[in-house]
């Protein structure tokens, strides 16, 4: 099919282009998703402070941030398989050197390189693909397919990295990481869907029009309610946090499949660590053994694992009901429904049985919002320049990523808890549920007053 005869959208949900973008951001994911297992075999090798590696990992989710509007840019200026290849490049590039990497701080300016990669690769540059590639009756489903891929991905990359860890040195895991990397471009031979129409005279160029969004009022709104999504979802799992610790020998077989499917154990992020503190000792007839659980550091694992399986099936329904439902009403009964389950966890004594409805409850919760604002976004502001703009609203999530990590660990140490963490958190969860309710979802182009005749 050459390049004139290629649809401007594909009739069917499942084409090769959705096909192709899955691939790409669940191998991308799969890696980003992996980094943590590499904290501990690097310590010990050089006797740093974990905080050093823990750091690294807190810039790459920061420039993961600040690069998805950049390599959006990209995409739409020069187009997107030279914005996919210039991720692939950085991502590859960051993961080789990193090999031989023997200083935090040449790890930390390589995770900046890398977060750069997984911005090129991730859901900004690929949903704008696979929102252009599908008709308006499945772009809602498609992009919530795409985005399950990643979820999929966070789980599958750790137990296969941690199988390689155990077979060879970590060096040479970041090189056959870097391998997949480079495979996954196979993909972009399923990813041919033309880029936009070329721009009238009349049209507004990429910067005019994000100048125009940024001065929006639903723009900001969509803004502000992303950035509490990566504050809840960076305190309660951050990936830059995540080590090994020793797996019980009792698990039984469900249990050690949750425990491996979350990196065996998972024993310093935010809401592991929190369940370890404030959760009641697992009971000889609790039914949370039924999972394999006998010990509140493994319950830790799988309510983490818990959240990833079920986050799958909540982005599916999030994406299918987007195809049906008013976007900024599902986004504001998610992020108020996410504001009920917090704040019902916390007020109510926690126990294991608690630990694990939240965790499925969350989970179904946990990236529905993703499909729902990259289709907002499009809905309201077009295609042409959506994985920009959609770039910048992410940028919004990784700040208040950052701060629920940095906060997580900085009121910990001044009041030896978490609690104040997760109110806050319920506050915002709240914030962004009442501002997506002005948002005005009728299309730009539906607002705007025609033009005068000449």
């Known amino acids: 099919m050459t390049k004139s005869t290629i649809p401007p959208h594909y009739p069917s949900l499942i084409n090769p282009v959705l096909i192709g973008g899955c691939i790409i951001i669940l191998v991308s994911f799969s890696v980003r998703a992996s980094f943590g297992l590499f904290q501990l075999p690097i310590a010990e090798e050089f006797n ?71 911005a090129g690769t991730g859901f900004g540059v690929i949903l704008a693909v696979v929102g252009r590639a599908a008709s308006d009756q499945h772009r809602s489903l498609a992009l919530g397919i795409a985005t399950a891929a990643g979820s999929a991905g966070q789980i599958i990359g750790p137990p296969l990295t941690q199988w390689l860890l155990e077979r060879m040195p970590w060096q040479s895991v970041f090189v056959s990481l870097a391998g997949v990397i480079v495979l996954s471009l196979l993909a972009l031979f399923l990813m041919r869907v033309p880029p936009p129409a070329p721009r009238q005279p009349h049209e507004e160029n990429m910067g005019e ?30 990936p830059a946090a995540i080590s090994i610790s020793p797996q019980p020998s009792n698990h039984a077989a469900f249990g050690a499949v949750l425990a491996d499917v979350n990196c065996h154990q998972v024993n310093t992020a935010h809401f592991p660590a929190f369940i370890t503190e404030m959760c009641s000792a697992i009971a000889p007839d609790s039914l949370v053994r039924a999972l394999g659980v006998s010990s509140t550091s493994s319950l830790g694992a799988v309510a983490i694992a818990l959240i990833g399986l079920f986050n799958i099936g909540g982005t599916l329904l999030a994406g299918w009901l987007g195809n049906k439902y008013s976007r900024k009403y599902l986004l504001a009964g998610i992020y ?31 990236l529905a919002t993703v499909p729902l604002t990259s289709g907002l976004v499009a809905q309201i502001y077009g295609l042409r320049y959506m994985g920009t703009l959609y770039g910048l609203v992410f940028f919004s999530h990784q700040l208040g990523g950052f701060m629920g990590v940095w906060l997580g660990g900085t009121l910990y140490d001044l009041h030896s808890n978490y609690l104040l963490v997760w109110w806050i958190g319920v506050g915002f969860g709240a914030l962004s549920a009442l501002v997506h309710l002005p948002i005005e979802e009728k299309p730009w182009s539906m607002r705007e007053k025609p033009l005068p005749a000449a």
Not at 209 to 236: E, H, M, N, T
Not at 351 to 363: C, D, K, N, Q, R
């Open 48 to 118: 740093w402070p974990r905080a050093e590696f823990s750091f690294a990992l807190a810039l790459q989710n920061l420039f993961w941030g600040i690069g998805q509007p950049l390599f959006s840019a990209l995409a739409e200026k020069y187009g997107d398989r030279k914005a996919i290849v210039a991720g692939v490049a950085c991502y590859v590039l960051g993961l080789v050197l990193s090999a031989q990497a023997i200083t935090p701080g040449q790890h930390q300016l390589l995770e900046m390189l890398i977060g750069f990669g997984i």
């Open 209 to 238: 029009v994000v100048k125009r969004a940024l001065k929006d009022p639903s723009f900001l709104f969509i803004f502000i309610g992303f950035f509490s999504c990566g504050y809840q979802l960076a305190f309660i799992i951050n």
């Open 336 to 366: 108020a429904l996410r504001t009920l389950v917090a704040a019902l966890f916390i007020l109510n004594p926690i126990t294991p049985e608690s630990v694990v409805l939240f965790s499925m409850a969350m989970g179904a919760l946990w």
